[in-house]
């Protein structure tokens, strides 16, 4: 299937926006039957370059990772820096934020394609990018520069 817009259909993690990190992030563990992950404070130090909506971030967010055997379950908590995680939760809750694709060296060529088909670019960092798909699909969808 690498000749779809995405150049893949390697879904590789799902992530969800939630209030307290801590406190899904144990509950899930306790689910599953595994250990709690360890949570990071992502771009504390700043030296991710984030664009929101064309506009400069901090881009600050919580987050807890589960390697599952299939994909990764994401957990994020947003900080009170402008994102589409803090536009989420305030505006949605809690819930499903978006569904990732590898898209190894051709992230942002990607997020052009899907641009032209109607999917535009609401935010990236270094290493990914969400284009705004909710309209069609019910979820943002991410590009992962990932192998």
């Known amino acids: ?16 926006i939630v209030r ?10 306790q689910l599953m039957g595994v250990p709690v ?8 130090d700043g030296s991710d370059t ?3 909506q064309g506009q400069p971030t901090k881009g600050r967010v919580k987050l807890a990772f589960f390697q599952m055997e299939n ?9 009170e820096d402008p994102t589409t995680w803090k536009d989420f939760l305030d505006t949605k809750g809690p819930g499903v ?7 190894k060296d ?7 394609k899907l641009e032209e088909f109607g999917y535009p670019l609401i935010q990236n960092g ?8 909710t309209g069609d699909l019910g979820v943002i969808l991410e590009l992962l520069d990932i192998d």
């Open 1 to 16: 299937m690498a000749d779809t817009i995405l150049g893949t259909s390697f879904i590789c993690q799902i992530a969800m």
């Open 20 to 29: 307290d990190v801590e406190k899904a992030s144990g509950r899930f563990a």
């Open 37 to 44: 992950p360890k949570i990071v404070l992502a771009n504390e």
């Open 50 to 52: 984030v664009t929101y």
């Open 71 to 79: 994909l990764v379950i994401e957990f994020i908590e947003p900080t």
């Open 97 to 103: 934020h978006h569904i990732a694709f590898k898209a």
């Open 106 to 112: 051709k992230m942002m060529e990607t997020a052009a």
């Open 126 to 133: 270094d290493k990914y990018a969400y284009v705004e798909s």
